[in-house]
């Protein structure tokens, strides 16, 4: 027999061998020596009171025996003779749609930007080091999208547009640890995805699919409102049956590329800020309430705050425990920060993007001559404000957070985990009123939520522009472009996806609706 139960644990009890059977055979009313084994199937934390909780949520096996670990099996299909699918862009969406492709029976061929994960690197030191942007090959383009070196964050509340547990499972079977399966709020680490991406390559290739790096799309081939080519930036043309577009929230060239062959886009609300840098230790003692160091079965502490400034949201975005700010930018002249997480967590500094809502029919009255990209315009010339403030290179504008607030320059910058470096500048009179004042106002009750939050001892850093895009590339209920017949708006490139899980199950959703076509 198998009963599910919930459990609560404190950190005493959580260190005591046994603990979890213990408590299981005394909540269900079974002698000890009965219980044959304890699954944990789901695990949380508690920190709202004094006394820290891990909730589990197990499978008690009662005088039953454990089955074997699972093993997770997708019917990969040999397509190297099927017909093409085409998808653009290798992030979660395109990943997810190749693969979805290959267990349909169809051959994806993928077209990216950038490079594969083992090379871009070097794009990133470069970045970091000599605050050299290569636009192809950066923090959001290349092999695994901008998830690749990020927190790896597997949150999602797309409840209703997949199945979630089987993202996860394809991530397991790619070498992800089944720890994803069972925490809360999962994540896989910035140093452990590059190798998950790789298998995921490797499995594509394997079945006869193709990915082609370093293969920017510069134009489409479009005859009686369907696309029938992609042209490449090497000059080739590629015949296409039908194209899954997965190109990211940062591909602001595919963006104009459509809005100048007049296909049909819509400008779309977003949201912007900056980067608030603590030490970690600071955001422990407040989320766990304890003095000095944390306790070492918990992990670095999380935070997730929203506030409302006049009607418009204020609130924290992409938080990384644990972790570094990265230098996000796609081109040069242009500075945008962006946060990521080892696996184990284990930096000396927290940060998590800030950013206020910007509502594009109402907001943004001087950038109306943009038309539908004018969401697109405002985010690129805060950017490159940023790259002025900072000193013209990947140097980032900073601020004391109490400086900030209060409203006066900072005469020294606290430690940082930003390697380009921080440039002293006042951000209060930089940044737009409408994002600056609200900022100022949401820090203020952001330390009255979190007791020792607002201090001296935190930084914040400019700017946190690339939440999500400020662009909608429109679809059908089939997901099909209303207008362009074989054209699949997919991911967070589209404006249907803001995560990498919610990206992955667009990307199979859009394979899905490709397939019916051919």
Known sequence: MVKEVQLRVNLVEERQSSILERKAAKQLGVDLSE??????????????KKQTIFNYKVAVYINESLPTAPNYVFEYKDVSSAREIHIIGFGPAGMYAALRCIELGYKPVVLERGKNVQDR????????????????SNYCFGEGGAGTYSDGKLYTRSLK??????????????GATEQILIDAHPHIGTNKLPKIIENIRETILKYGGEIHFESRV???VIKNNKIHAIH???GSEMTVNCVILATGHSSRDIYQLLHKKDILLKAKSFAMGVRVEHPQEIIDQIQYSCEGVRDELLPAAAYSLVHQVNNRGVYSFCMCPGGFIVPAATANGEVVVNGMSPSRRNNKFANSGIVVEINVDKDLPKYEKYGVLKGLQYQKDLEVLAFNAGGRSQVAPAQRLTDFVEGRLSNSLNETSYQPGLNSSPLHSILPKLIGGSLRKGFAAFGKKMHGYYTAEANIIGVESRTSSPVNIP????LEHPQIQGLFPCGEGGGYAGGIISAAMDGERCAEAAITLL
Do not use: C, M, P, W
């Open 35 to 48: 219980i044959t084994a304890v699954k944990v199937l789901r695990k949380s934390i508690d920190a709202r």
């Open 121 to 136: 690197r070097r794009d990133l030191r470069a970045i970091n080091q000599f605050h050299d942007v290569n636009e192809d």
């Open 161 to 174: 547009r997949g199945d979630v547990r089987r993202i996860f499972e394809n991530l397991v079977y790619h």
């Open 218 to 220: 510069t134009d489409f």
């Open 232 to 234: 490449l930036q090497n």
């Open 475 to 478: 679809r059908k209920e089939n």
